[in-house]
């Protein structure tokens, strides 16, 4: 693609953004789901398949150019920006281990937009990764599946769970396995969990297994590879897309603070000549700049294959959740009671920035990351063994 293609496209999907996004995001609030059409109508305008490679379906953006257009993406609707994060992201998880029958089944479809993955990971009764508790005995060729999962976005609606489990009797990240699941398969419940704070109208699901026949071909990997599968080569990009998804929607908040700012009067003068907002309005700008660039340096480091890309992918994702907390804050704040309200955007905004302090990995699991790769550095640097 062109500079001057990519420049139409992006013009092209702000128009979106700021147009036809808009009234489907009413709908959504109104309606509390995502009506289908919406899916259709992101996958025939090109939007589900922008960041997957073009032998896979996909229109082969670089992953810089996909986060300028995520950044635009994520001043919509968190119902809305939640699709095109995921399914643009799936494939990376899918293809890494996916046998050529595997790439034509599960991979292809899924950038196509012709079957819809959901990534099954977190539990109940366990924590998030090694600790998985879901589990695998097997039975010729194939897998009976117990256990639970909940908070799986699109679990519901999907076609396949990617869903993540251990061999039972193993520990660990030892003896863990990746395995398609069809939506149908037997001896399953699942259901839609309750509203959620924002994210509104996106389906999220619980799901319980008592032995679910699951075929062995439909593993990706050998067994002991599941968590690899989940967090290998699939975590840092995404961690990225989430800390653009984060400037993106910090970007709505402050331009709908600075709108408000500037049209609401009290005392003779609007909000904006008062210093004391102009000077949040000023930090907010300023954080916004900081995140962008942190992310965008990540990336450009995860591009290039840099060892420093995990840490960096870590750090993006804290620094822009963060500073999607305190600008939201900050925009509700200039908003004064009113925006508390619906049907005013930054009440939506607010709610929906939330979520992100959880996607793919927590703030705290961050800090452990970048605190493990720090002090790998800094021993191997010394010699010590910090
Ligand atoms: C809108 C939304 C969509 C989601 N979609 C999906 C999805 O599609 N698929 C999926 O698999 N999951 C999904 N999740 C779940 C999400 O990934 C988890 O909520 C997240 O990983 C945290 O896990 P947990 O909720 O089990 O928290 P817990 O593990 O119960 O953690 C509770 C708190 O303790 C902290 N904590 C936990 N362990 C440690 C530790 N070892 N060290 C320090 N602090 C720790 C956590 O950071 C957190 O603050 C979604 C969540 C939300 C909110």
Known sequence: MTDSEYAALKAEIESYIRGPAERWAERIEREH???????????????????????????????????????????????IRMIVHVVNGTWRALDRYATAEQRRRF?????????????????????????????????????????EKHMITFGSICDYWLLFARVAGTVGAAGT????????????????????M??????????????????????????????????????????????????????????????????????????????????MIAEMATDIEAARRLVLHAASEWESGSHEAQKL????????TSMLQRVTDQALQIHGGIGYWEPHPIER?????RAQRFEEGTNEIQKTVIGREVLREISGRDGSDA
């Open 177 to 196: 396995v990746a395995l398609l699941v069809p939506r149908n398969v037997a001896s399953a419940r699942v259901e839609r969990m309750p509203e959620s």
């Open 349 to 353: 905004v607010y709610r929906d920035a």
């Open 107 to 147: 991979v292809i479809p899924s950038v196509r937009g012709e079957i819809k993955v959901a990534f099954a990971l977190t539990e109940p009764g366990a924590g998030t990764g090694a600790d998985l508790r879901c589990s695998v005995v097997r039975d010729g060729d194939t897998y009976l599946l117990s256990g």
């Open 33 to 79: 789901a995502v009506a289908p059409q919406l899916w259709d109508e992101l996958r025939e305008r090109g939007y589900l398949n922008l960041a997957a490679p073009p032998e896979l379906g996909g229109r082969g953006l670089s992953f810089l150019r996909y986060l300028g257009l995520m950044e635009i993406v994520a001043m919509s609707h968190a119902a």
């Open 198 to 279: 924002g994210v509104r109208g996106s389906d999220h699901a619980r799901m319980s297994f008592d032995r679910s026949p699951v075929p062995i071909s439909h593993r990706l990997g050998e067994e002991g590879q599941g968590l690899d599968v989940a967090l290998g080569g699939f975590l840092a990009p995404s961690r990225i897309s989430v800390g653009m998804s984060c400037v993106g929607l910090a970007r709505r908040a402050f331009e709908l603070a600075v709108d408000r700012a500037r049209h609401r009067e009290t005392f003779g003068k609007p909000l904006y000549r008062r210093q004391a907002i102009g000077f």
């Open 313 to 320: 992918s870590s750090m993006a994702k804290l620094y822009a």
